[in-house]
């Protein structure tokens, strides 16, 4: 079956720019989850929707958003992009709302200049 | 706060050297832990998921077990194929169902 898709897979903008990031789920999955992946940080939890609702959010500023459509397809947003916004945006889905089984997409490279 | 911490951050094998990763947690309430596999710009690969304290794991080389403090990711015979950063993550009983990761063991199998 096909897995988690991410796209674009890498970007480049500029400090100020805004940007959105698409995510489509294995199919049958309802619960989508992003991630911001950096060498310094690792994994850091931005955001989970579940069923198109936002049931959990991370330590991240406003500038990111995120929303969650009825086919479970998801996109994420940054706006006014900042240089520390570079890294691996990671979306996974979950079939169920206990995520103990998660599967991620390859991800987008973001790179801000 | 759940906390996880893997070691080594590194580790250099040679091919059919045996080891072990280590993945050390504290949570409240253990829901899950899980292992997940990661090659250079590319998003985690699943593992396992285990549940239980004794509970046991096997995929391939792979074999991960679980203790109510800890859990180890044993690589038997290790491959090249094999390199690549392992990760380790815990889902807490006593909160949301976003899992805390660790920030990884990366290994490296020479040939």
């Known amino acids: 079956k096909a897995g988690v898709t991410q796209t674009p897979r890498y970007l480049i903008k500029t400090r100020g720019q805004q940007v959105t990031l698409s995510c489509s789920p294995i199919?049958?999955?309802?619960?989508v989850s992003w991630y911001q992946q950096t060498p310094g940080q690792g994994l850091q939890f931005l955001f989970e929707?579940?069923?198109?609702?936002?049931?959990n959010k991370g330590n991240f500023p406003g500038r990111f958003s995120g929303r969650q459509f009825s086919n479970s397809r998801s996109e994420m947003n940054v706006s006014t992009l900042e240089l520390g916004d570079s890294a691996l945006y990671l979306c996974?889905?979950?079939?169920?709302?206990?995520?103990?089984?998660?599967?991620f997409g390859q991800g987008t490279r973001l790179t801000v200049v | 706060e759940d906390q996880v911490t893997q070691s080594p951050e590194a580790l250099r094998l040679q091919e059919g050297e045996s080891s072990s990763l280590n993945c050390s947690y504290t949570?409240?309430?253990?829901?899950?832990l899980f292992w997940y596999r990661q090659d250079p710009g590319k998003g985690p690969e699943f593992l396992f998921t285990?549940?239980?304290a004794g509970e046991e794991k096997e995929k391939e080389r792979l074999k991960a077990t679980l203790t109510k403090k800890e859990s180890f990711l044993h690589i038997t015979a290790p491959k090249p194929e094999d390199s690549a950063t392992y990760l380790c993550?815990?889902?807490?009983?006593?909160?949301?169902?976003?899992?805390?990761f660790g920030r990884g063991t990366s290994l490296i199998v020479h040939p």
């Open positions: 996974a889905s979950s079939r169920t709302m206990d995520n103990t089984e998660a599967f």
């Open positions: 199919s049958g999955h309802r619960s």
């Open positions: 929707y579940f069923s198109e609702t936002q049931r």
């Open positions: 949570v409240s309430g253990l829901r899950g």
């Open positions: 285990l549940y239980s």
């Open positions: 993550a815990v889902s807490s009983s006593g909160g949301s169902y976003i899992p805390t």
